[in-house]
């Protein structure tokens, strides 16, 4: 008998669920937006970096160049970009120095974490550590430079 009535109340959750189905629709996949920036802007030579996780929020900048201070006053990257950064694309020219390097200490080539042109981007950087160890929850500045200038840990994903 009480199968029976777990039969009943079963069918009769699912003639609601057909009855009012549900308008709520399922969030994107991780990457979904970096994804869709990618096939906007393709491989134009630029490093680029957003205040949200997935390439979104606001785009702190785009730089073709090294910038040397995420918090200073020049540069495609300026005052709080340096703090605000979770997530970066590398839309760099492949071939020779198309890796980017993003480094945790202002003038310091010590503890770094790079971006390989064939990864694209990294839709949330604070799941990744520097060199050092430290997690990676800010950018001191980035500099292109090759794969072969990366150590083996280094590797945003």
């Given at each position: 008998?009480?199968?029976?009535?777990?039969?009943?109340?079963?069918?009769?959750?699912?003639?609601?669920?057909?009855?009012?189905?549900?308008?709520?629709?399922?969030?994107?996949?991780?990457?979904?937006?970096?994804?869709?920036t990618w096939s906007q802007t393709?491989?134009?030579?630029?490093?680029?970096?957003?205040?949200?996780?997935?390439?979104?929020?606001t785009l702190l900048g785009a730089?073709?160049?090294?910038?040397?201070?995420?918090?200073?006053?020049?540069?495609?990257?300026?005052?709080?970009?340096?703090?605000?950064?979770?997530?970066?694309?590398?839309?760099?020219?492949?071939?020779?120095?198309?890796?980017?390097?993003?480094?945790?200490?202002?003038?310091?080539?010590?503890?770094?974490?790079?971006?390989?042109?064939?990864?694209?981007?990294?839709?949330?950087?604070?799941?990744?550590?520097?060199?050092?160890?430290?997690?990676?929850?800010?950018?001191?500045?980035?500099?292109?430079?090759?794969?072969?200038?990366?150590?083996?840990?280094?590797?945003?994903?």
């Amino acid at each position: 008998m009480r199968k029976l009535g777990t039969l009943v109340t079963s069918l009769g959750l699912l003639a609601l669920g057909a009855a009012f189905p549900s308008t709520a629709q399922a969030a994107p996949q991780q990457g979904y937006y970096c994804d869709q920036t990618w096939s906007q802007t393709g491989r134009d030579g630029y490093v680029r970096a957003w205040s949200g996780f997935d390439c979104t929020g606001t785009l702190l900048g785009a730089a073709y160049d090294n910038d040397l201070s995420w918090g200073d006053q020049g540069g495609a990257f300026q005052n709080r970009d340096a703090y605000e950064v979770k997530s970066v694309m590398n839309n760099g020219y492949v071939g020779g120095r198309d890796v980017v390097a993003f480094y945790e200490i202002h003038n310091s080539g010590a503890s770094y974490v790079c971006l390989s042109p064939y990864e694209l981007y990294a839709d949330d950087i604070t799941d990744n550590h520097f060199t050092s160890g430290a997690p990676v929850n800010h950018i001191a500045f980035h500099r292109w430079m090759t794969a072969a200038d990366c150590a083996g840990n280094s590797w945003l994903t």
